[in-house]
């Protein structure tokens, strides 16, 4: 199985969503054997998309980012919420893979997307509680992240979640076990 690794939490070290997304991994490593390409958005960072790329004859960055994401059969992606939605880093990537013709095309009933039996698992690590009650309204970064994939055509996704992570360490430690159980089912 090939396995296609981003990680975008800009805290390398103190990182939930990159602890998670590791653990992810691990755990799909001990299921099978896995070809695994790991793409670090914060210490390799894509810069912005600027119009000089989209308008190119020659697309290096896109075509090796598609390529990647094409040649995956699993995606494990790293999200923690920033301001609500998703870093920059892991948004540069996908204004990279959402391509006109390429990863989705316009028809007649709407878009249809191109990208089809891939498996994800998304590592989202949230400071606060966005799952449920009021706050579920600002949630902009797993809707975003689902919204994107289904737009391409990827749907089996699976949020393994560690929210409350900066409300004490009680929370702390019920959001990690929380995603610790998810985990063990996949």
């Not at 579920?136 to 737009?151: C, T, V, W």
Request: aromatic share 6%; no cysteine; hydrophobic share 40%.
């Amino acid at each position: 199985m090939k396995v296609l690794h981003l990680d975008s939490g800009i805290f390398l070290e103190q990182s939930v969503s990159r602890q998670v997304s590791q653990n992810i991994v691990n755990k799909l490593k001990e299921k099978q054997d896995i070809t695994l390409v790991h793409r670090d958005l914060v210490a390799n960072p894509i810069p912005h998309l600027a119009a000089d790329e989209l308008l190119a004859e020659e697309k290096p960055l896109i075509n090796e980012l598609v390529q990647e994401l094409l040649d995956a059969d699993t995606l494990v992606i790293g999200a923690p919420m920033y301001n609500f939605t998703i870093p920059t880093q892991l948004k540069a990537w996908f204004d990279r893979v959402l391509q006109a013709g390429v990863t989705f095309k316009y028809t007649e009933q709407g878009p249809q997307g191109l990208v089809n039996g891939k498996k994800v698992y998304i590592a989202s690590g949230r400071g606060g509680i966005y799952s449920q009650g009021e706050a579920q309204a600002m949630d902009h970064q797993e809707s975003y992240l689902k919204q994107a994939l289904a737009f391409i055509g990827i749907t089996d996704v699976t949020i393994i979640r560690a929210e409350g992570m900066n409300m004490g360490d009680e929370p702390r430690q019920q959001g990690f076990k929380e995603a610790e159980q998810e985990i063990e089912t996949i």
